[in-house]
């Protein structure tokens, strides 16, 4: 059974596509896990799916497929009945699960809070001076990160990003609490920066969406299978407020995850060029389930929206892929990159490399 290490990108309520792909990857069953690297709502699914493993390691019995399996969709049918409170209550949701309200609605002024970041008055220090946020409660009710801590065998890294320096933090084992998938999920015009450890962290997504590398340095295994829920190209101009907002938050939060695409193809290629001792560097082997254009037909609006009928269609369109791809590249697991790096993510940015001289 081929070893594979996830990498869960964040996306608001799009984070139920990733659902769906969790869900049938478990359900299917041919798949062993060793990490998981989430970042915002990706770090919510990945936390959520080691809470069913983690309850399966406690009882020692219960089959940790199925108990993930219970465990995400427990956390996401949570995430739509939020729905059911009082506006005022549902605000700090809205933003990372919920929907935009009028104008006249308390959501409204929240979102406001990231539309017009260049006012200051606008600050999350003013306008939640409490750090209101029923999303913590919820959460800590969900997963047990003592058990997740305990687990033997699947690791968990959640990301979120150094305010003082602008670099990634990973959090993993018994740093991983839920303070720090808050702060995995902190939108700095929205929440107040989450602190741990005397230190203060804003969303994973401007450092790493998800951050690849605690999955090639800390994993033995060679492969990686991205769940992309943000699009890297669109070829519509965006022209209203809206959709220039969107798309700048959509290249934003990919950047992270270009950059270490173009490390991973350096690599390889140094490797395939007898450049770098294959003893000391890994031979990352990429898949990818994307939703494609079906995915890309949900507006970006839609990824503020806890809708019963958007989340259950999310979630089927990722098991649909996930089903589709797993056909399709089963085979590939542990043989060869699924992933044209150079062709999807890099175009014309890539370093020639030399071959190696024979002597």
Known sequence: MPRVNLALQGGGSHGAFTWGVLDALLEDGRISLEGIS????????????????????????????????????????????????????RAPFDLLFGRMGGDNSSTAVWANAMTNFWSSAMSPYQNNPFDLNPLRNFLQSQVDFEGLARLPTLKVFVVATRVSTGKAE??????????????????????????????????????GNPAIHPLIYDC???DILLVQINPIKRDKLPTTGAQILDRMNEVTFNAGLIAEMRAIDFVKRLLAAGKLDPANYKDVLMHRIDGGEALEAFSAS??????????????????ANARAWLTKHYS??????????????????RVPVTPRAET
């Open 170 to 207: 990973v959090f993993s084992g018994k740093r991983l609490t839920a303070d720090a998938v808050m702060a995995s999920a902190c939108l700095p015009m929205a929440f107040k920066a989450v602190e741990i450890e005397g230190d203060h962290f804003w969303d994973g997504g401007y450092s």
């Open 332 to 349: 590939s697991l542990g043989a060869k990159c699924t992933v044209n790096i150079q062709q999807d993510y890099l175009d014309d940015m």
């Open 302 to 319: 839609t990824k503020t929206s806890t809708r019963e009928s958007l989340i259950h269609s999310l979630r089927d369109l990722g098991q």
């Open 38 to 89: 989430g970042t915002s709502a990706g770090a919510m699914n990945a936390v959520a799916l080691a809470q069913g493993f983690a309850q399966a390691n406690d009882k020692m019995k219960a089959d940790p497929r199925e108990a993930a399996r219970e465990a995400l969709a427990n956390f996401w049918h949570g995430i739509v009945q939020m729905g059911a409170l009082s506006e005022a209550q």
């Open 220 to 222: 033995s295994s060679r």
